[in-house]
């Protein structure tokens, strides 16, 4: 089944830079959509960006024109470049294929100070 392991997190001010790794295991990944979902403290999660196994992306209104998914299908691993980050961009970032439902990983903590 799927494994994720997601890196890349950490404390940046506002205005800053983080990119976020996400290592997938388990699955063919080429053949698979895959997504970045985020969740902050007392709020539901929610997606972030998708990226098809041929590159098409989508983003949710919050993060467009400063997160950019990619994904490198040579390393099974997707990415998440965030600029200009704003401190309610603050939360654990996790990604998955969206077809496992139940699976979440341990995801990566982003804090974006002010």
């Known amino acids: 089944q799927v494994q994720a392991v997601e890196s890349g997190g950490g404390l940046v001010q506002a205005g800053g830079s983080l990119r976020l790794s996400c290592a997938i295991s388990?699955?063919?990944?080429?053949?698979?959509?895959m997504a970045w979902y985020r969740q902050a403290p007392g709020k539901q999660r929610e997606t972030v960006a998708t990226?098809?196994?041929?590159?098409?992306?989508t983003y949710a209104d919050a993060v467009k024109g400063r997160f950019t998914i990619s994904r490198d299908n040579t390393k099974n691993t997707v990415y998440l470049q965030m600029n200009s980050l704003k401190v309610e961009d603050s939360a654990v970032y996790y990604c998955k294929p969206p077809f496992a439902v139940g699976y979440w990983g341990e995801g990566t903590l982003v804090t974006v100070s002010s």
């Open positions: 990226i098809t196994n041929t590159g098409s992306t």
């Open positions: 388990g699955i063919r990944f080429n053949a698979y959509i």
